[in-house]
């Protein structure tokens, strides 16, 4: 399965939450493996090996040697006593140059009795046909789920779920961090981040206060107006600058 969305839309916690459910169930509890490897925390693509080797047998080993015994194990057709499901998130950091760390990993579940399930997660909808090769796209599957930004209403709920016990926000503070959140993003994490920031603006002032719009407010400001933001802002008008000089000089020519 491949699982792809813009961040903050809950694909990982999705994931996690339905193995949780599995092991919970008294039926299902111990009958399979689960191995978790993220692209972005390996140092190159070939250690994505070694990593999923160490999780299934505590074993260290190097990472040739680990694609080696990830192999003879995966494609030996004994009945093996648990199925693996392994999740690989931010699976396009993975996919380098030459593209055989994601064949190798998407092929094990191709393999007779190999008993594995395979689920990557990525940004980007498109990552199969945009940036894969056609013998890597076929491996990876047709089971595809996309996870679409969320809505004001959606992360309205979301936010205050998390609130629950709490009454220090305002509904209409609330609203506006939904609104905005999901007028650029959808992402559920931007939106908690910025309660979490107003939050800590009113600790320092007066922790009896309720948290309004107006505190809402400066918290955004303070994003739109800090460093990142402003550098980004600074070189997109330079970039512009110079690409107009550019064009009058060849205009000249």
């Given at each position: 399965?491949?699982?792809?969305?813009?961040?903050?839309?809950?694909?990982?916690?999705?994931?996690?939450?339905?193995?949780?459910?599995?092991?919970?169930?008294?039926?299902?509890?111990?009958?399979?493996?689960?191995?978790?490897?993220?692209?972005l925390r390996l140092a190159n693509p070939h250690q994505a090996f070694s990593v999923i080797w160490k999780e299934l047998t505590a074993e260290t080993v190097s990472s040739s040697r680990a694609q080696t015994l990830l192999n003879d194990h995966f494609s030996n057709k004994k009945v093996k006593e648990l199925s693996t499901i392994?999740?690989?998130?931010?699976?396009?950091?993975?996919?380098?140059?030459?593209?055989?760390?994601?064949?190798?990993?998407?092929?094990?579940?191709?393999?007779?009795?190999?008993?594995?399930?395979?689920?990557?997660?990525?940004?980007?909808?498109?990552?199969?046909?945009?940036?894969?090769?056609?013998c890597v796209t076929s491996r990876m599957g047709l089971t595809r789920?996309?996870?679409?930004?969320?809505?004001?209403?959606?992360?309205?709920?979301?936010?205050?779920?998390?609130?629950?016990?709490?009454?220090?926000?305002?509904p209409d503070a609330v609203q506006l961090v939904a609104r905005k959140v999901a007028a650029i993003s959808g992402d559920a994490r931007r939106a908690l981040d910025i309660c979490r920031r107003a939050i800590d603006l009113v600790k320092s002032e007066d922790e009896s206060q309720l948290i309004?719009?107006?505190?809402?407010?400066?918290?955004?400001?303070?994003?739109?107006?800090?460093?990142?933001?402003?550098?980004?802002?600074?070189?997109?008008?330079t970039c512009c600058v110079l690409f107009l000089y550019y064009c009058h000089s060849i205009v000249k020519l």
């Amino acid at each position: 399965m491949y699982i792809s969305g813009v961040p903050g839309t809950g694909k990982t916690a999705t994931v996690k939450r339905v193995i949780d459910s599995i092991n919970a169930d008294l039926l299902m509890k111990h009958s399979f493996k689960y191995v978790e490897i993220n692209g972005l925390r390996l140092a190159n693509p070939h250690q994505a090996f070694s990593v999923i080797w160490k999780e299934l047998t505590a074993e260290t080993v190097s990472s040739s040697r680990a694609q080696t015994l990830l192999n003879d194990h995966f494609s030996n057709k004994k009945v093996k006593e648990l199925s693996t499901i392994l999740l690989v998130d931010e699976v396009d950091h993975i996919c380098n140059r030459k593209q055989d760390v994601v064949y190798n990993i998407l092929d094990w579940p191709s393999q007779t009795g190999s008993k594995v399930v395979v689920i990557t997660i990525a940004n980007t909808m498109d990552l199969p046909e945009r940036a894969l090769r056609g013998c890597v796209t076929s491996r990876m599957g047709l089971t595809r789920l996309v996870f679409k930004p969320y809505t004001f209403q959606q992360l309205q709920e979301i936010i205050m779920n998390r609130l629950i016990g709490n009454s220090s926000f305002d509904p209409d503070a609330v609203q506006l961090v939904a609104r905005k959140v999901a007028a650029i993003s959808g992402d559920a994490r931007r939106a908690l981040d910025i309660c979490r920031r107003a939050i800590d603006l009113v600790k320092s002032e007066d922790e009896s206060q309720l948290i309004t719009i107006n505190h809402v407010n400066q918290v955004l400001n303070a994003i739109l107006s800090g460093v990142r933001v402003t550098a980004i802002r600074y070189n997109s008008f330079t970039c512009c600058v110079l690409f107009l000089y550019y064009c009058h000089s060849i205009v000249k020519l």
